[in-house]
């Protein structure tokens, strides 16, 4: 089998949904943004491209119609280059590198774009038309579990405290507020031009500002302002907006080749893919996907725990992130080291790649060598995917 | 009619912001002005929003005052925040200029010299909303082409709510710039004109005061206690249920003891001065901070003691709290199970305990009181009557009840007890008669009766009825000839609810309309529209297991809405006050509704247990299908909006919040004038009469279909393991959600009207067999409120 590496992967900024500088961003824009970024870093040959593959886990509206292929129009890839769009939920973004990756491994491609997007401010979760199946809703409502309240049962079964998820609330808060401060995350993140119009009088004002900054830290929130927040699931529950994953709007892309393709170009890869594992689990707990998905992944890729240095951990609620850190044994100081999505947000089938990217970007910073990015997925899943530094 | 299209208030204390917002639930347009704060920054530096600050505080605060100051939230848009100093010029912008600054002569003065006088449009109007100042001393500072123009306009509070409105021209008012605010204030804003005098407290607040003075007096005399007062002044003697002391501490206790200082220090010439005299006890009160439920308690406190929350009682002897007891009198036990209040008051009268007797003093006096100063306040009883119970929510007036007494006796009671009364009182048969359709009041002055002109544009259906225009009766409704071709279908069993005498009348009724009439009005003069379908019914039927009886019923109920919605006259319902369940179901089958704004209406069945089953989801069903097909747009969002007023029983606050429920469609109308309602129905109904092309049952219905249904039962296992509902509002909204998506279909499967009838009865025989059901019936009948099962 052949290697599959990644040359860069970059993101948009990650804005909060309804109120960030992105909420009137389509986002078949902000994913050619994140392509294009990742063509001009690279500086390939569009035309070279194999694939596009871009994840979104509301694949319709402004993200339907093949959401890959306007993006890729949108970026400037000629119309030779085929598009896919790809839907595993929180993991799609993921599974676009997974699905690039595998392709190159197999000798079918040697150069393809992987990434994600999602606009939570234009596309509710849910679609835009919800529609239950009734005889599964009849015999397995848990299958249409809310997110929230599979949080609330993950409290239930693990007995997590609402201090405790406070306190990891927190924390998330102050890394991605000291990693910002640092401009840790000014070379994964491919600025946006944003346009924002308003009425002033009779005139239409129209502004465009170039965003490059994630909005949804907040540097000065403490555990004791969490703990006033009302339980947002659940009436005598612990889960809150504070310490569940923001809604948030943002794209990312990666660059996947073959070695051919690197000898060919001369371009200096950052990271190997090494394997990708996704695995079922209930779906009431969906929150515990990546329990199975990590072991999983490491089996493949016959590492050990302690040779990861670096794990980027979605944190869809601070109880599921909490739950998985402790059943894995994941040495705390080793996760999510500049913050997650309780701070940066969430921007569903675009996270994958978004997290790739932060986890390779803070891998080189330390020149550590293994890393790995994990999630877990509404319906009942959890993925990893495992990279070495190279 | 007068235009007056903008309004600046002057004064954005808690009583200008809310005289503001009743402005703009009138769709006027509002300039709210107050000072500019002592630490604002100059004109021109820093923000303009910064002088502006308590005006723009008190607009913010309206979204949060409790009651609702506005009909809607987004009526605040209206209201334009602004200051005395920067914002002058833009009086001249305005019809209207009301001030509601502080009670303070020279405050007022100062400021009518100083910003009114100089910014006023030469045809505006000038108002004061003092409550206790001398219309004719405001006037002095005034030039005299301002005084033709100026008058007390004298909300009371909270000025959406209370009716009443006390007008008071000074020496020079105009009296048709007075009449044309009075339509205006009456038509545009639903106010219930009162003419006042100049004299101190007006009309209102004078008895009022009075009253509770008399209720302190014989309080301490007969040694009885805050709560037995409270006990024996409330519905017993025809008042509200706050009696005389919780009432005071609702008001302020410290207002209550301004408003008594203004009477002693003014009413010179009152021979019962003394009265007025604040008693030390409770200016001990006030000095304490005992003001009420603003301050630290007032007759009333309430604490927390081992976490539960208890009522405590003041004992003014001790000027401490103690645990409250409940009063128990024979005789306001007897009262309170008669229904008519006149009836009422005599029952409580008749009564031989202590109660009755303290009843019988404080009344005494204060009737007398009434009787002796009524040429001085008002230039009538009916202003007197009008004033008490619109300001007051007295059931009813000094002079109506003294007609309910009997004159006669009440003057002989008084005779017995040696009270001296005015030799004109002795004469009086009644105040008021009622002939022929016009009601008559006693004028002491000519010693004879006049007729009570009416304003036009109100319908009054016991005038009408009293003419012979009632032309169909049973014991629950009836049917009035309310003339051009229009009859009005009245409820007037207790609460107006819904039972099989009511349905049979809608039959009859629209039979009536279609051969003789062109149109239909369904409305009352009760208390409130209806409180839906008679629940005891549905409860015995129950009991006894009564299945056929009950589908027969449900069966009946949807024939009637039926033939409302389908009679080849159009039919307008004009609903006021409650409209739950069955009444809203009747106004959902009328062609178009003229709401009274002070509606509220609801599809609240699963309160108790039930589904609208006279037609009211199958209603909501299939609005939400047309409007779908209407908008070409997928029929879950609509659906879901409806659906949810129906699962979480959702009562509108305001008759403007029905549109957004769905419940009101456009085209409807809202008629802020209680008096108005029922004609502006009526004129609704004959517009439509025009070109009126009867509808027939819809078929071809395409039902939402069994994954909407599954899609909304996902969210409710989402809530039920969230603890937001119990597994039986679950399984109740189950319900619910399976009639109102056409039963258990694909999607776009045609079914009819008939067809949707058919699921709600036999969802609502369903839910009527469950135990639960049972049980949320008879905790609503007996404790008047839901049960959660």
Redesign the interface.
Known sequence: MRTAYIVTALRTPATKAYKGKLRQVRPDDLAAAAIKGVIDATGIDPAELDDVIIGCAFPEAEQGMNVARIAAFKAGVPYQVPCQTVNRFCSSGLQTIATAAERIMAGFADCIVAGGTESMSLIPMGGN??????GL??AW?ET???M??TA??MVEKYGVSREDQDAFAAASHQKAAQAIREGRFADEIVPVEAQICGLDGLKMKCSVEQVSVDDGVRADTTVAALAKLKPA?????SVTAGNSSQMTDGAAAALVVSEDFLKRTGLQPMARFVCFAVKGVPPEIMGTGPIEAIPAALKLAGLSLDQVSLFELNEAFAVQSLVCIDELKLDPERVNVNGGAIAMGHPLGCTGTKLTATLLHELRRRKERYGCVSMCIGGGMGAAGIFEMV | MRQINKVAVLGAGVMGAAIAAHLANAGVEVLLLDLVPPDAPPRGEGEDRERSRIASNALSALAFAKPAPLYAPAYAEYIHPGNFEDDAARLKECDWVIEVVLENLEVKLKLFAELVVPNLKPDAVLSTNTSGLSVNELARALPIQVRRRFMVTHFFNPPRYMRLMEMVPCAETDPQLLAAMAQFLGKRLGKGVVYGKDTPNFIANRIGTYTGAAAWRHMTAMGLTVEEVDAVTGPALARPKTGTFALWDLVGIDTVVRVLDNSYALLSGDDERELFLVPEEIRRMVSDGLTGKKGKGGFYRRETVEGESVKLCYDYRSGSYNPCVRPKFASVAAAKQVDDPGQRVRTLLSGGDRAAQFAWLTLRDTLIYVVKRLAEIADDAVNVDNAMKWGYNWELGPFELLDALGVAEFVSRCERDGVALPDWFKEVQSFYRVEAGKKFQYLPEKHDFAEIPRPEGSVSLTLLKSAGGEVERNSAASLIDIGDGVFCLEFHSKLNTMGGETLAMIQKGIRRAEADGIGMVIANEGGAFSAGANLMLVAMAIAEGAWDDLALTVKAFQKAMMSIKYSKVPVVAAPHGLAMGGACETCLHADAINAHAETYMGLVEIGVGLIPAGGGTKEMAIRAVRLAEENGADVSSFLFRNYQNIAMGKMSSSAAELLALGLMRQGDGITLDLDRRIHDAKLKAIALAANYRPGRPATGVKAPGKSVASSIKVQLWNLERGGFISSYDSYLASGIADVITGGDVPGGTLITEEYLLELEREMFLKFCGQKKTLERIQHMLKKGRPLRN
């Not at chain 1, 038309?129 to 009734?134: L, Q």
């Not at chain 1, 699931?233 to 529950?237: D, E, V």
């Open positions: 038309k919800f529609s239950a199946n009734p809703v009849h409502p249409y579990a809310s929230g309240i609330e049962l699931f659940k009436a005598s529950g």
